[in-house]
């Protein structure tokens, strides 16, 4: 069997259950397949004794060592993660901390290749570890690692590094793949490997039923994101002021959510828009069959799995250029691509709720995103890097 270490610094835990479910979707589909047997090394970032037992730190210092997760065995290592320092460290001490640890993994485990699924920390850390064990290493790029690891002073260079010296690299969208290029790291080592969607989950149901179960009557939009700068949750704010009895719910949560109640409030939207906090990603699919358009305003994304998680929906998307935006909306029933302001979202989605597009015929824009497609290359890939026919 071909022995698979998946190395990700993103990856759910008892603290965050949100954190990383697309790595850990994908690495349930490969540990599935017959040939595979697979090992994740989720290592946990803590600040020097005794910080690592304040504040947040505090959970993520309690967690197990190691535990079976939804049936996957998980190493959850610990890394020095020094704060204020522009991540400069990180790769050195997730490298440093993982040596002895895949030491002894080795023992029992004796993986045939390391499967990166993040550029930073995780790939400057894996090449280091692949050249000491000898054995081949990809890297994943998903967005952020890449538009900003890759261009942050402190980081680019290893960032840089680790693209031209991998055996291998993976992007979420061609367009990821062009900006990798642009960095200097090598086309001809670079494939494109898409999301999944559970089109099981994420379908379309009674739009109506769905909103009155949240309490909603009237045109809905939804956006689904961290609450950062990046994700232009402002934006959208901005633009559904400018269409009267539309309502928004926002799911996700992060430091920017003062920043977003107080814009709510100045705008007088209290009873339009509502931030919903972290939502489990088991509630998603409700909230995306609910909506009459998903809208995210991102500076940047490699290919944003709320857009395909909507498309599977039934619920077309209004988003910026980032990314592998033009790969997804690849028709006009799955929605628009629109430039980064309120009055161009505020267009796009009231042409979409003024005339909706089947459900049906939107859901076909994400028919190309499926998890079994996604292991399969998957598996062709890593078992090319390690030397075996696939």
Request: aromatic residues 6%; hydrophobic residues 45%.
């Given at each position: 069997?071909?022995?698979?270490?998946?190395?990700?610094?993103?990856?759910?835990?008892?603290?965050?259950?949100?954190?990383?479910?697309?790595?850990?979707?994908?690495?349930?589909?490969?540990?599935?397949?017959?040939?595979?047997?697979?090992?994740?090394?989720?290592?946990?970032?803590?600040?020097?004794f005794?910080?690592?037992?304040?504040?947040?730190?505090?959970?993520?210092?309690?967690?197990?060592?190691?535990?079976?997760?939804?049936?996957?065995?998980?190493?959850?290592?610990?890394?020095?993660?020094?704060p204020?320092?522009?991540?400069?460290?990180?790769?050195?001490?997730?490298?440093?901390?993982?040596r002895?640890?895949?030491?002894?993994?080795?023992?029992?485990?004796?993986?045939?290749?390391?499967?990166?699924?993040?550029?930073?920390?995780d790939?400057p850390?894996?090449?280091?570890?692949?050249?000491?064990?000898d054995?081949?290493?990809?890297?994943?790029?998903?967005?952020?690692?890449?538009?900003?690891?890759?261009?942050?002073?402190?980081?680019?260079?290893?960032?840089?590094?680790?693209?031209?010296?991998?055996?291998?690299?993976?992007?979420?969208?061609?367009a990821?793949?062009?900006?990798?290029?642009?960095?200097?790291?090598p086309?001809?080592?670079?494939?494109?490997?898409?999301?999944?969607?559970?089109?099981?989950?994420?379908?379309?149901?009674?739009?109506?039923?769905?909103?009155?179960?949240?309490?909603?009557?009237?045109?809905?939009?939804?956006?689904?994101?961290?609450?950062?700068?990046?994700?232009?949750?402002?934006?959208?704010?901005?633009?559904?002021?400018?269409?009267?009895?539309?309502?928004?719910?926002i799911?996700?949560?992060?430091?920017?959510?003062?920043?977003?109640?107080?814009?709510?409030?100045a705008?007088?939207?209290?009873?339009?828009?509502?931030?919903?906090?972290s939502?489990?990603?088991?509630?998603?699919?409700?909230?995306?069959?609910?909506?009459?358009?998903?809208?995210?305003?991102?500076?940047?994304e490699?290919?944003?799995?709320?857009?395909?998680?909507?498309?599977?929906?039934?619920?077309?998307?209004?988003?910026?250029?980032?990314?592998?935006?033009?790969?997804?909306?690849?028709?006009?029933e799955?929605?628009?691509?629109?430039?980064?302001?309120?009055?161009?979202?505020?267009?796009?989605?009231?042409?979409?709720?003024q005339?909706?597009?089947?459900?049906?015929?939107?859901?076909?824009?994400?028919?190309?995103?499926?998890?079994?497609?996604?292991?399969?290359?998957?598996?062709?890939?890593?078992?090319?890097?390690a030397g075996?026919?696939?």
């Amino acid at each position: 069997m071909l022995r698979v270490l998946t190395l990700s610094t993103l990856f759910p835990n008892a603290s965050q259950p949100n954190l990383g479910v697309f790595v850990e979707r994908q690495s349930l589909g490969l540990a599935a397949h017959p040939d595979v047997d697979l090992r994740v090394v989720a290592p946990v970032g803590l600040p020097p004794f005794p910080f690592h037992r304040s504040g947040h730190y505090r959970a993520f210092a309690d967690l197990p060592r190691l535990e079976q997760w939804k049936g996957l065995t998980v190493g959850r290592p610990r890394f020095l993660n020094l704060p204020l320092t522009g991540g400069r460290f990180h790769a050195v001490g997730l490298a440093s901390a993982l040596r002895p640890y895949l030491t002894d993994v080795r023992r029992t485990f004796p993986f045939d290749v390391i499967d990166a699924e993040f550029f930073f920390p995780d790939g400057p850390a894996a090449v280091r570890l692949g050249r000491q064990f000898d054995v081949p290493v990809s890297i994943k790029a998903r967005g952020a690692d890449i538009h900003h690891w890759g261009r942050n002073r402190s980081t680019a260079a290893q960032v840089i590094d680790a693209g031209r010296t991998a055996d291998g690299l993976l992007a979420v969208s061609s367009a990821l793949r062009d900006d990798m290029i642009a960095l200097g790291m090598p086309a001809d080592r670079i494939a494109v490997h898409r999301t999944g969607v559970d089109g099981d989950r994420f379908a379309p149901r009674d739009r109506a039923g769905e909103k009155a179960a949240l309490g909603i009557t009237g045109r809905l939009v939804l956006s689904v994101g961290a609450l950062i700068p990046r994700k232009g949750h402002d934006i959208v704010i901005d633009a559904v002021a400018r269409l009267p009895g539309t309502n928004l719910l926002i799911a996700g949560e992060g430091p920017d959510r003062g920043a977003l109640e107080a814009r709510i409030v100045a705008q007088g939207l209290d009873d339009r828009v509502r931030l919903l906090g972290s939502v489990a990603h088991d509630r998603l699919p409700a909230l995306f069959a609910a909506a009459d358009v998903m809208a995210l305003a991102s500076t940047s994304e490699g290919l944003a799995n709320a857009w395909v998680e909507a498309l599977s929906s039934g619920t077309p998307i209004v988003i910026t250029s980032a990314g592998g935006a033009h790969e997804t909306v690849d028709r006009p029933e799955a929605g628009r691509v629109v430039d980064r302001t309120a009055d161009a979202f505020a267009a796009a989605i009231a042409d979409l709720v003024q005339a909706p597009p089947d459900p049906a015929c939107v859901r076909l824009a994400a028919k190309r995103f499926s998890w079994q497609t996604n292991t399969e290359q998957l598996y062709a890939h890593l078992c090319r890097l390690a030397g075996r026919n696939g």
